[in-house]
Nanobody, 124 residues
Framework: QVQLVESGGGLVQAGGSLRLSCAVSGRSFSSYRMGWFRQAPGKEREFVAAIIWTIGTTFYADSVKGRFTVSRDNAKNTVYLQMNSLKPDDTGIYYC?????????????????WGQGTQVTVSS
């Protein structure tokens, strides 16, 4: 069973930066792709970014392109989300998730395992 543990959230002013980490244990071939999602209060969970473990190909939501960078460290089984130029609209609980190889990387249903989430709050 894959287990995911996020860390690195916190309170930051607009324009600031945070780096989230997602430690992965029990990784298997089913963990082909790692995704980051977020959920703001009263809103649905939405796709933020994803990365393919083996080749490092990345995908981003339009709202974070140019500001966020997803990366992975295979030796440490850890995925990162570097968030720069943060905006109040980026506030929410950020989740990492493990998914398979179907090319639907933005779909929540394509991710089997989820972490518990880490809170990111951006003040104006």
């Amino acid at each position: 069973q894959v287990q995911l543990v996020e860390s690195g959230g916190g309170l930051v002013q607009a324009g600031g930066s945070l780096r989230l980490s997602c430690a992965v244990s029990g990784r298997s071939f089913s963990s082909y792709r790692m995704g980051w999602f977020r959920q703001a209060p009263g809103k649905e969970r939405e796709f933020v970014a994803a990365i393919i473990w083996t080749i490092g190909t990345t995908f981003y939501a339009d709202s974070v392109k140019g500001r966020f960078t997803v990366s992975r460290d295979n030796a440490k089984n850890t995925v990162y989300l570097q968030m720069n130029s943060l905006k109040p609209d980026d506030t929410g609980i950020y989740y990492c998730a493990s998914g398979g190889s179907r090319p639907y990387y933005t779909r929540i249903s394509e991710y089997e395992y989820w972490g518990q989430g880490t809170q990111v709050t951006v003040s104006s």
